[in-house]
């Protein structure tokens, strides 16, 4: 199992990006994937997720206007599409896959410990 995120980059305040996370070794829509930021000196924190076969989408509450989780089966890839993007989105962003333990469950989980493989993150960076 590998996840490669990618995307980021340098962005204007009310630009955007998207940020692909292209997985190989099982199949995206049966799994919830997860996207996490890490700001400068802070923890890493959930920001939405998706697992398309229940068409499950959440979205953490701070970017839920801005931001659009999806995938592409064919391609195998997650997606995060985002808009307005602020000076506060700033950090590395990270695709994960939440255990296999917790892949029946209704809900996206919040948790980084839940989830057990990761890609090794795309710096995101929101400036003028």
């Known amino acids: 199992v590998q996840l490669q995120a990618y995307g980021g980059g340098l962005v204007q305040p009310g630009g955007s990006l998207r940020l692909s996370c292209a997985a190989s070794?099982?199949?995206?829509?049966?799994?919830?994937i997860g996207w996490f930021r890490q700001a400068p000196g802070k923890e890493r924190e959930w920001i939405s997720c998706?697992?398309?076969?229940?068409?499950?989408?959440d979205y953490e509450d701070s970017v839920r206007s801005r931001f659009t989780v999806s995938t592409d089966s064919a391609k195998n890839t997650a997606y995060l599409q985002m808009n307005n993007l602020k000076p506060e989105d700033t950090g590395i962003y990270y695709c994960?896959?939440?255990?296999?333990?917790?892949?029946?469950?209704?809900?996206?989980?919040?948790?980084?410990?839940?989830?057990?493989?990761w890609g090794q993150g795309t710096q995101v960076t929101v400036s003028s």
């Open positions: 070794g099982f199949q995206v829509p049966y799994y919830y």
């Open positions: 994960a896959r939440l255990s296999e333990m917790y892949t029946e469950g209704p809900n996206c989980l919040r948790w980084v410990d839940r989830y057990d493989y």
């Open positions: 998706i697992k398309n076969i229940h068409d499950v989408r």
